[in-house]
């Protein structure tokens, strides 16, 4: 008995094996395409329920099994899940270009979307319908038969590689390790990063101390270790990811897909990937991108260039650098921060306790949204290290299942990402509450000290954890608008805007207390927090719209067959934003996961677009208090329970009363 073709309601982890995903997968292929067999020949007229609806609702299978799989591929994988990954995604591509390519079923949307007026649609209904419509006329129904052939293989190559993409990430990032023997060369790092370096040592049955490419051990080496050459050697391995003479460089991949991307987006007549992404977004086209993104760059700029030359001076009085490199740059930015507003960041780990912070989370999520979280033992997962959570609301209906999954572990991609293992949707008017999980890489807790979080790793669980709140939170009649299935510029925004409550004293003293002592944080710290809150944030905000120049680049380009070498393109790319000497033997296009193994090509930008949305939102609790009911509920009724059910802007005015501006979060960087 194969378990994922099984009726299931949670994934059932337990008792699915390799061997089930691949004839599971086939199985409700199979099943999908009877589904889309029964609309295409029902003899009726084509009307909003026996066409739109029933279209929705085809394929569940489908979604919830690829859904178990592509996540344990990114937060559980092994060789066997990896040839799987490779061999099922063109199978994938293929099904989603026989619904997009299937002429008699666009001809019954076509009939639906050119009577839309017959029908009386409320506006969630009217959004259903057109995002269809729109799914097929943009991905080739109107091409023809020679045209329709092209399309389904250059949708197989990109599957097949950005998945490869990916694995080559995961395999250099994982190949390197730096075994240290001499305790000399641990000067500088706080304890806690000796410990999980032993600890990852005697695991590997080595003597000595051992880091990786891995955030948690990557992030403190750089941060702290006195040792400036071997700062260097981390941050070389660090920046040579895909971009080596081995069997992971990632190069060929990066110009194959880019140029296969244009391609595409040609044959669909689009100028270029850009302008056929951009046109479903907020944005809508790439020069709107390209001015939003210089705008802020001209504002940060200058500021960023005082920052680095600051930082650069700090480093030659302290240390006699005269020339400041990458390598440096966290380490002298953290004992120049220390010294600005006597705030060490180890000083304020010991407050953040995995536990703590998670409760505090959940705390927050109560007040403003009325939302418990109670952990439970009763539902599969996929390992041991992850928590599961029934979620109610205070009258005790049932919201979600919960799932988090927060420490490192070899098979687990670096980074933090939201997933779900089930939609909301109402079927014969009963809500079907959808599964959400996040998964992070936070430092594990050792023999003798817990999971304890730096300040930037709380933002991260909280960022997670407001995607997640747009999940649980979804309250909408058809899946495919549900939760988190919103325009990818606005998506940031729930995520983003959770962030801000870390650095506000009423919430801090819910959950930042002491491991040992169980004391609230003091005040003073609170204060250094919110202070330092815009410190260097000139130079983030150009590392940032540097990363997202570097996309348009990539995909507003009207020829990339002329593109001969990732490096140099890159090096041109970043000339607008760069500050510290180039590093010949690194690249960032060859790990940049986002875009060329997630969903962010051409959409890097929507973390800074959602900045914009974010402070201004944030503005707005803070008027009326961080707590305050009345706002959260009007974000929660407008915002995070709506999903894609309205245009995004439509949604955001009737939350905020008026359109966005820069205003809040150039106030909020300390840029104006």
């Known amino acids: 008995m194969n378990p994922l073709l099984q009726e299931f309601n949670t994934a059932p982890f337990n008792t699915i094996k390799e061997a089930h995903y691949k004839p599971a997968i086939e199985a409700a292929i199979k099943i999908a395409k009877e589904e889309i067999n029964t609309i295409v020949n029902n003899t009726e007229t084509p009307t909003f329920e026996n066409t739109t609806v029933a279209l929705d609702n085809s394929g569940e299978k ?169 700062r260097k050697k981390l941050a070389l391995a660090f920046g040579k990811k895909g971009f080596q003479q081995n069997e992971f460089n990632n190069e060929e991949n990066v110009l194959n897909i880019v140029k296969l991307r244009h391609k595409r987006a040609n044959l669909l007549g689009y100028k270029t990937h850009a302008h056929f992404v951009l046109e479903e977004r907020m944005a809508e086209t790439p020069e709107k991108v390209l001015s939003f993104s210089n705008d802020l760059l001209a504002k940060a700029k200058p500021a960023a260039k005082r920052e680095f030359e600051n930082l650069q001076s700090y480093a030659k009085k302290l240390d006699g650098i005269t020339e400041l490199q990458k390598w440096d740059g966290a380490y002298y930015s953290e004992k120049l921060k220390k010294e600005l507003f006597s705030l060490d960041q180890e000083l304020l780990k010991p407050y953040f306790k995995l536990e703590n912070v998670i409760d505090g989370v959940f705390e927050i999520a109560n007040r403003l949204y009325d939302l418990k979280f109670e952990e439970i033992s009763t539902i599969d997962t996929y390992h041991e290290d992850v928590k599961t959570y029934n979620v109610t609301d205070t009258s005790g209906n049932f919201i979600s299942y919960f799932y988090a999954d927060f420490h490192p572990r070899p098979g687990k991609r670096n980074g933090a990402w939201m997933t779900s293992y089930k939609s909301q949707q109402i079927v014969n008017e009963k809500n079907d509450r959808p599964h959400v999980s996040i998964v992070c890489n936070f430092t594990k807790p050792t023999a003798t000290k817990p999971s304890l979080l730096t300040f930037n790793e709380v933002t991260t669980l909280f960022h997670e954890f407001g995607h997640a709140l747009h999940g649980m939170l979804a309250n909408t009649t058809y899946k495919s608008l549900s939760g988190t299935s919103v325009s990818w510029d606005f998506v940031e925004l729930p995520s983003q805007v959770l962030e801000n409550w870390c650095y506000e004293k009423e919430a801090l003293e819910l959950f930042a207390k002491h491991y040992e002592t169980g004391e609230t944080i003091p005040m003073e710290l609170v204060t250094k927090i919110k202070e330092s809150a815009s410190f260097h944030e000139g130079m983030q905000t ?131």
């Open 62 to 230: 489908i979604d919830r099994i690829t859904s178990i799989f592509f996540n344990l591929n990114s937060a559980e994988t092994n060789d066997e899940i990896q040839q799987i990954a490779q061999e099922i995604s063109p199978w994938l591509s293929e099904f989603r270009n026989d619904i997009t390519l299937n002429t008699a079923l666009f001809l019954k949307v076509k009939t639906v979307f050119e009577n839309k007026e017959r029908f009386n649609l409320n506006t969630e209904q009217l959004m259903l319908l057109e995002n269809q419509y729109k799914s097929f006329s943009r991905n080739g129904a109107d091409l023809n038969d020679e045209d329709k052939t092209e399309l389904r293989k250059i949708d197989a190559e990109l599957s097949q590689l950005s998945l490869k993409f990916g694995e080559n990430l995961l395999a250099d990032g994982n190949s390197f390790e730096l075994l240290l023997t001499d305790e000399a060369d641990l000067a500088g790092l706080p304890e806690s990063a000796k410990q999980a370096a032993k600890e990852l040592a005697n695991q590997k049955e080595k003597q000595g101390w051992l880091f990786t490419l891995d955030y948690p051990s990557y992030i403190p080496f750089m941060t702290y270790a006195d040792n400036r050459a071997l």
């Open 542 to 672: 150009l590392r940032q719209l540097s990363f997202g120049l570097l996309d348009m680049q990539w995909h507003a380009g009207e020829s990339p067959e002329t593109i001969t070498s990732v490096k140099s393109f890159e090096t041109n790319a970043f000339s607008d934003t760069q500050l510290y000497p180039a590093v010949a033997e690194n690249c960032m296009s060859t790990a940049f996961a986002h875009i060329f193994q997630g969903g962010y090509s051409a959409g890097y930008y929507s973390y800074k677009w959602a900045e914009v949305l974010d402070a201004d939102a944030f503005e707005y609790f803070q008027e009326k208090g961080v707590f305050n009911k009345e706002v959260a509920t009007k974000f929660k009724e407008t915002v995070l329970s709506k999903g894609g059910t309205e245009k995004p802007m439509d949604l955001y005015k009737r939350f905020r009363g008026k359109e966005p501006k820069p205003d809040a979060l150039l106030k909020r960087a300390g840029l104006i």
